[in-house]
Nanobody, 131 residues
Framework: VQLVPSGGGSVPAGGSLRSSCESS??????????MGWFRQAPANEREGVAT???????TYVDAVKGRFTISKDNAKRILYLQMNNLQPEDRAIYYC????????????????????????WGQGTQVTVSS
């Protein structure tokens, strides 16, 4: 599956952004599908932000709980990440990823943010937050 991201940008601290990720294939496969958002700051490892399985359970990393919301539109095949109250530490390149065909990969990918479990990736989009 191909993933095409959009969004990102630059905001002052406390601002909001929304990122989107359009999939070339259906994202409502209940048995073997999941998607997620990850981010990578300079000199850091890629880390999980928020993930979602096809039947909608979501998982958030503690650093973004209460500020970020992951959602999707099955009909449009789009995954969203709404980012509110952005802080300078949120500055990073944000990536959307998808795993299709493996319950095992989705289990570890979504619950434990094991990004290598996601086989498809969109290009990253930059999020910059000024203090």
């Amino acid at each position: 599956v191909q993933l095409v991201p959009s969004g990102g940008g630059s905001v002052p601290a406390g601002g909001s952004l929304r990122s989107s990720c359009e999939s070339s294939g259906p994202i409502d496969d209940k048995n073997r599908f999941c998607m997620g958002w990850f981010r990578q700051a300079p000199a850091n490892e890629r880390e999980g932000v928020a993930t979602m399985n096809a039947d909608d359970p979501t998982t958030y990393v503690d650093a973004v709980k209460g500020r970020f919301t992951i959602s999707k539109d099955n009909a449009k095949r789009i995954l969203y990440l709404q980012m509110n109250n952005l802080q300078p530490e949120d500055r990073a390149i944000y990536y959307c990823g998808a795993s299709i065909g493996s319950n095992h990969d989705c289990w570890y990918g979504t619950l434990y943010f094991e990004w290598r479990r996601f086989g498809s990736w969109g290009q990253g989009t930059q999020v910059t937050v000024s203090s």
